[in-house]
């Protein structure tokens, strides 16, 4: 029987690639721990900063504000309702159910109302759900941030959603990308500042921890999820993590660490300008929403 290293009770956990057995209570404390040290590293923020959570319903955003909640950081949520059926209605009620058990602030938008459901804008688009999806969600954050006052924006990222995105970046060399690929984006032209506290901690890490404190998540994928290549990457990925433990963070903590440097040493060439209807930060005249809404021919603007 494999005993807690902290108190020498039975073990809950092991985690190989710290050559760790930690009870329940220890885990907890380790992961929080962990993420308030990667928050440091990174200069992410501090107590006095107004943090924004993007709360899907999923393990890793619910631990995500759990931690900084737990570590007394202002933090609320905003959850973005996408209109996906069962799983939009039962993401949504686990976040709020969890915003109540932390009495903390949960915003919540309904994409419907600002534009279409995500099933609506894919019957008038071809292009795969998940791509503008993320746009619509990334740009409905940063404006709702600056609309409800706070600084910064938190997402649950984990370390195998950046090791998978890094990967694919990587195949294809796609330089404007891996310069943007930094825990930390900083605030500035139009956008609040954007930050992966999690980006150090496995999926299965995460997991352990909703599992252990007690949350409760949303268990099953989003039904757009299904054959995506992130998926079949992050399998390749952790197949090899299994063999070697330890891959995963290596691999992004050295691009980090040796490769982003580089690739930033050049001037930002960005040539960002408020977009022509709604006001956002672009490089075009008109935002890639905007042009959606245009396209689905929903063309009231957003409240700025
Ligand atoms: Fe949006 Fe794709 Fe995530 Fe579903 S899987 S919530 S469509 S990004
Ligand atoms: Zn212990
Ligand atoms: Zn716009």
Request: charged share 30%.
């Amino acid at each position: 029987m494999r005993k807690c290293v902290k108190c020498n009770k039975k073990a809950e956990v092991y985690l190989p690639q710290y050559r760790l057995s930690l009870c329940r209570e220890h885990y907890i404390e380790w992961f929080e721990n962990r993420v308030e040290g990667t928050i440091r590293e990174f200069r992410m923020f501090s107590k006095k900063d107004r943090i924004l959570v993007a709360v899907s319903g999923g393990k890793d955003s619910l631990s995500l504000w759990n931690t900084l909640h737990k570590l007394g950081y202002q933090a609320d949520g905003l959850y973005i309702d996408l209109g996906i059926g069962q799983y939009s209605e039962d993401s949504k009620n686990l976040a709020i159910k969890f915003a109540n058990n932390i009495g903390r602030e949960l915003h919540t938008v309904s994409l419907k109302e600002e534009v279409l459901s995500i099933p609506e804008i894919k019957k008038e688009d071809p292009r795969p759900a998940c791509s503008f999806c993320g746009t619509l969600k990334r740009y409905y954050m940063n404006h709702y941030a600056k609309k409800l006052g706070y600084n910064v924006v938190a997402t649950g990222h984990n370390l195998d959603d950046e090791v998978a995105v890094l990967f694919s970046n990587v195949l294809s060399w796609n330089l404007d990308y891996l310069k943007r690929q930094y825990p930390v984006l900083e605030e500035g032209k139009g956008f609040v500042r954007k930050v992966k506290p999690l980006c150090k901690m496995s999926e299965k890490e995460s997991a352990l921890y909703a599992f252990m404190a007690g949350i409760e998540y949303i268990e099953y994928e989003c039904p757009f999820s299904e054959g995506s290549t992130s998926i079949e990457y992050k399998k390749l990925l952790s197949e090899l993590e299994e063999r070697h433990p330890g891959t995963k963070l290596r691999f992004y903590m050295e691009f980090l660490r040796k490769i982003y440097p580089l690739l930033n040493q050049e001037q930002e060439q960005t040539n960002l300008r408020p977009c022509k209807v709604c006001g956002e930060p672009t490089s075009r005249d008109v935002c890639p929403v905007c042009a959606l809404k245009a396209k689905v021919g929903k063309v009231t603007e957003p409240n700025v």
